[in-house]
Each structure stands twice: as structure tokens, then as C-alpha cells.
């Protein structure tokens, strides 16, 4: 089974702080996701990544920026956090140039004071 | 771009009903759907991918189908179980690597 670990379900950080999620998955996938999820917007995609190194914005990444050094793991940096970043994230990955199946990590709820 | 919308937002059935999810998107010029399900605090578990090419896929109690020209896809869940709680998500595959989610079908299965 794969298997997509983020590193904290809880983390309260305060507004100002430089703030990482961090994301491994074990099944060699290329491509990897961070998605935030709020009540009534349902998932955004904030950054993904197709492979080493390589990163494409998705619909939300203002505030965001995101690092892949290994294929395994993909982090998600909060350069200032802000309480409007308050939100439950999720990471995710998939094999393969097109969509295929999406596999979810058990998300990271971060909470910004 | 590509727009998806779940109805119902929420429904409440007793157990052993079936049931029917519907999923619908703007534009029909997909690779592929997923629906997901997610229990409250948690992650997203994959149920079933249709491919662009299929119109429906099953597993167990569920069924998914698709009508791409349409732009709308279905969820049926036979005999539904009070384990079956959870909201279920649709997502559409564009032809790149992400998905477009839906906002979900918060489902309640009374005992």
C-alpha cells in the first residue's frame, strides 16, 4: 500500500513565524501535491511537483513556496505565517505525466495565533 | 476552467437505504474522475477512478458511473451502513497532473 506521511496532524505556530510541513511518501511516485482544505472552499492546490526539483504554482500559492530536494518528500514553507493560513493541509502524490490516483496523506491541521 | 459542484451538500438516510451521489463539471474534456471519501480529522481514501474512456467502475457496495458528454458522474452506495458516514468527494483529472476537487456530500447513515 503506498503510504504518504506528513510529519505533524497538529502544529500551532504564531503569526510571524517561518513554518514547514513536511511530506514523504514511499512508493517512488513523481508527482506530489499540497492542497489546503477550508469549510465551504473545499481543496486547493496550492504547489505540486512532477519531479526533483521541479515546481509549478497551483491556484493558491501566494504566501507559500515549496521545496523538493529528494523524490521522496516535498515540503511546504509558510515564509510569514498569517491567521488567514489556518487551515487543515493536505499532502498528497501519484505516478505517472497524468492525473492519475491521488494518495493523501492524513493532513496537517495548522493553526496560526 | 474547470468547475466542480457535489449535490447534495449533506444527506441523512437510515441504514441498509441505497443512495446516490451526484458529481457534476464545466467541461467535459477530462482524463479521468475520482471519488474519495474522507472521515472528519483525517485524510482523503481513494474508492474509485473511472478512465475518460470507461462509464463505470465498481467495488463492493459501490458504483461509480460517467457520462463525460454530460459533465455529470454518480456514486451508488447499495445498503449503506452507519460505517459508511463521511463526506465523499469527487474529483475531475484534467489532462495535466492535478485534480479539480468538488466541495463534497457530507453523508449520514442513521442505525
Known amino acids: 500500500d503506498v503510504k504518504v506521511t506528513q510529519s505533524s496532524r497538529y502544529l500551532v505556530k504564531r503569526t510571524g513565524e517561518k513554518v514547514f510541513l513536511e511530506c514523504v511518501q514511499d512508493m517512488d511516485h513523481e508527482n506530489m501535491f499540497w492542497y489546503r482544505q477550508d469549510p465551504g472552499l473545499g481543496l486547493r492546490l496550492i504547489y505540486f511537483s512532477y519531479d526533483v526539483k521541479m515546481k509549478e504554482k497551483g491556484d493558491i500559492p501566494e504566501g507559500y513556496s515549496v521545496s523538493r530536494e529528494k523524490k521522496e518528500r516535498f515540503s511546504l514553507i509558510l515564509e510569514s505565517a498569517s491567521t488567514n493560513q489556518t487551515s487543515m493541509y493536505l499532502c498528497?502524490?501519484?505516478?505517472?505525466?497524468?492525473?492519475?490516483?491521488?494518495?493523501f496523506g492524513d493532513g496537517t491541521r495548522l493553526s496560526i495565533l | 476552467k474547470q468547475e466542480v459542484t457535489q449535490i447534495p451538500a449533506a444527506l441523512s438516510v437510515p441504514e441498509g437505504e441505497n443512495l446516490v451521489l451526484n458529481c457534476s463539471f464545466t467541461?467535459?474534456?477530462?482524463?479521468?474522475l475520482q471519488w474519495f471519501r474522507q472521515d472528519p480529522g483525517k485524510g482523503l481514501t481513494s474508492l474509485l477512478l473511472i478512465q475518460s474512456s470507461q462509464r463505470e467502475q465498481t467495488s463492493g457496495r459501490l458504483n461509480a458511473s460517467l457520462d463525460k458528454s454530460s459533465g455529470r458522474s454518480t456514486l451508488y452506495i447499495a445498503a449503506s451502513q452507519p460505517g459508511d458516514s463521511a463526506t465523499y468527494l469527487c474529483?475531475?483529472?484534467?489532462?495535466?497532473?492535478?485534480?479539480?476537487f468538488g466541495p463534497g456530500t457530507r453523508l449520514s447513515v442513521l442505525p
Open positions: 467541461d467535459s474534456a477530462i482524463y479521468n
Open positions: 474529483a475531475v483529472g484534467n489532462y495535466g497532473q492535478n485534480f479539480v
Open positions: 498528497a502524490s501519484s505516478l505517472g505525466s497524468r492525473a492519475q490516483p491521488q494518495h
